[in-house]
């Protein structure tokens, strides 16, 4: 069995060996927490609105106050990855997770915890690429890293499995022990990186203006797309944040075209894989974060059901979900990564219709039997799709385009809370806009897969 090292002799990865197989744990529980974060707040909005109040606006935010940080930073954090070294770079996402939660867990206002939730998001930005850098490092054969990936994916699939039921049951108690319980995974996370082999580096220099041209471009994008909903688009705000938007993202595609050394070179986009997994990643996080929001609304502010309850109604959408991830690995390297895509895509969009269609009939046991083909669909389609992103790309790019691939996921789900957060803000037409939200996300996923179709049956390196 062989040792792969970097220019300075150090051990990166030994496929196997129980260093490997460290880098798989502690990479599962950083998705995990990522993940987690999201799941479990869903089902606790209701309750931090009673207490802090704020309408439907800032349920928004608490949501897209993660997602947007985590978005627009993922680019500087793949860069930050692939400079510093994986290892490092998680540890130091990992302690500012860590320290956020804490925040948001000791939140005295909605605006309080809106910027905790941020601090939050940029840390999960900094985990990320990170993670998927530790496994490309530990596994890099094709046919182990799929499965490795597989593996790694479950992390997210359990946090799905105990993110709603979890965050139900402690929001009973109290909703600030949805934050602070992720002080113990945190621990548990640094101390497994202390027996992980140092990472390689690649001294790249940081694009400052791109970076601030990203934030920009996203921040005012989810701003204009939340207050258009409820102010109207023809607001003149709304039209200068989003004229600001369009502007920023113009600028960030000059520079990155000029710069000697871009945050997202343009050349990576020469990869037809990689362009179909951005797509697939938008429209995937469109129909996840769009249905997970809307429906645990649903079942609580229309339906009545208690936060408990509500969140059991993912419960088994969430096992349906840990046996895809790990199916994906094996079909994937059997058939390659065209069929489990395709083919979990397509299970999303008939869950998502499913929903549309009983969504009048009130009933939160067949809203949790429509909610199964698409946790299951999703966990079978992402790590293959993940797999595709790796494979198109240089080992030394591993970080930056893991960072590129999330970061048109996240754009994805904070667009699908930003739009969908607005349809269904009017209780008395509550349904007629969630049906609405989520014909949307199931289109965006239908053409995703038909695009998928192009996915070559089998990817070499």
Known sequence: ???????????????????????????????????????????????????????????????????????????????????????????????????????????????????????????????LPASMSLVREAFPDPSRRARALGVWAVGGAVAGLVGQPLGGALTTIDWRWVFTMNLPVCAAMLALLVVVARSPTRPARFDY????????????????????????????????????????????????????QPMMPLELFASRGLRIALLVGFAFMIGNFGNVFVVSLYLQQHLGLPPAQAGLAFLPSAFFAIAGNLLSGP?????????????????????????????????????????????????????????VVLEGVPAERAGTASAVFNTFRQIGGAVAIAVFGSMIADRYRFVAGMQTSLTIAAACLLISSVISLGIRPRQHR
């Open 209 to 260: 203006a791109g970076q601030l041209l990203a934030l920009i471009a996203l921040s005012a994008l989810v701003y204009g797309l939340i207050e258009g909903g409820h102010q109207g688009f023809a607001a003149p705000l709304v039209l200068i944040s989003l004229g600001t938007a369009a502007a920023a993202l113009a600028g960030f595609l000059i520079v990155q075209a000029k710069v000697r």
């Open 1 to 127: 069995m062989t040792r792969t090292t970097d220019r300075a002799g150090s051990v990166v990865g030994t496929p196997g060996s129980p260093r490997a197989r460290i880098v798989i744990a502690v990479a599962s529980l950083g998705f995990f927490l990522i993940t987690l974060d999201i799941s479990i707040v869903n089902v606790a909005l209701a309750q931090i609105q009673a207490e802090l109040g704020g309408g439907t606006t800032v349920q928004q935010w608490i949501i897209d106050g993660y997602t947007l940080p985590f978005a627009a930073l993922l680019l500087f954090a793949g860069n930050l990855a692939d400079r510093i070294g994986a290892k490092r770079a998680f540890a130091l996402g990992v302690l500012l997770f860590g320290l956020a939660s804490a925040g948001c867990g000791a939140a005295p206002s909605a605006g309080w915890l809106i910027a905790s939730r941020c601090v939050q998001g940029a840390a999960a930005a900094v985990m």
């Open 331 to 387: 079909v994937t390297n059997r058939f390659g990564a065209r069929v489990p895509v395709v083919a979990g895509l397509s299970s999303m969009v008939v869950g998502l219709l499913g929903l549309v269609i009983t969504a009048p009939l009130g009933s939160p046991v067949i809203t949790a039997l429509c909610v199964i083909p698409i946790g299951a669909g999703g966990s079978l389609a992402m790590p293959s799709v993940t797999g």
